[in-house]
């Protein structure tokens, strides 16, 4: 029996089809906050328990009888919180007998315990306390954070206005990370591991040229000088200081295929497919 946690939300729901479509059908069970906002999931015929963070209790129940477990992180921002929601999970595995626990943590957090990282490296900490038979797996930023439909704007107008000094990202798409996640839960040479995905490393440059590419009308990047608002300037501070330029072949390694190229990414997520194109489409399970 394979239990994803936290599986109603976006990247749960796509392990979860993952899974289906590996022939996992009727092994599935998502453990979720609220059961009544996954009735679609146990309509495909996956097991739908009650599993609150917030109550260790029903993570013993939800976690019952489970060979692997999938420890989604909890969105929670406060990081004190977000350590004891992880732990209670981790404690809850543990009491429920669970066979092996795979954790999505964040790219440094087995170095760096502030920030972003703080909750996850103190969650990986626990993991390795506890005895249970585990796999790490450190996600970078999603792509979909920079690349998205709000970017037809930028098409329209031929011009993509870019905060980021030209640097280079190692997001990955959500799909590709589900995959691997799927992959790590149905396969048996991942235990122990601790992997640090990255996808492919792009930079806006390239981007305006696969959107130009991809929606059939001529893109050009330009430098914007003033920060943006909110988490997006934020997030633009980091490329521009080089903290998401770290490349590895563990993505690759697992999926068994090259990560979704950035022109793929950008038809799949602006929904502008080029007719006739092999890459107009995210690659998945048996594509390359």
Request: proline fraction near 5%; charged fraction near 25%; include cysteine.
């Amino acid at each position: 029996m394979i239990v994803v946690s936290a599986a109603s939300g976006a990247f749960g729901r796509l392990v979860v089809d993952r899974l289906l479509e590996g022939g996992a059908a009727g092994r599935v069970v998502a453990a979720v906050r609220r059961p009544e906002k996954a009735v679609d999931l146990a309509a495909r015929g996956v097991t739908v328990r009650h599993g609150d963070y917030d109550d260790p209790a029903t993570l013993r129940t939800a976690f019952a009888g489970a060979d692997r477990l999938l420890l989604i992180s909890s969105p929670e921002l406060d990081t004190a919180r977000r350590t004891a929601q992880h732990r209670a999970a981790v404690d809850a595995a543990r009491a429920a007998g669970v066979g092996s626990l795979v954790y999505t943590s964040f790219l440094g957090a087995d170095t760096r315990a502030e920030g972003l990282t703080a909750a996850h490296h103190a969650t990986e900490r626990a993991l390795a306390a506890s005895g249970l038979p585990h796999t790490v797996l450190r996600h970078p930023f999603y792509t979909e954070a920079f690349v998205h439909p709000g970017l037809r704007d930028a098409v329209a107008a031929g011009e993509l206005a870019d905060g980021t000094a030209g640097r280079g990202l190692n997001t990955a798409l959500r799909g590709d990370l589900a995959e691997a996640a799927a992959r790590v839960l149905t396969e048996d040479a991942h235990l122990g591991r601790a992997y640090d995905f990255t996808g492919n490393l792009w930079d806006h440059h390239e981007l305006a040229e696969a959107l130009s590419r991809v929606c059939g009308r001529p893109v050009v990047r330009r430098n914007r000088a003033d920060r943006a608002p909110g988490a997006r300037g934020w997030l633009e501070e980091q490329v521009r200081a080089g903290a998401l330029e770290r490349q590895t072949d563990d993505l690759r390694h697992v999926l068994g295929r090259p990560p979704t190229s950035l022109d793929a990414a950008v038809a799949a997520l602006l929904g502008h497919p080029r007719p006739g194109s092999p890459d107009a489409r995210p690659a998945g399970p048996g594509t390359s």
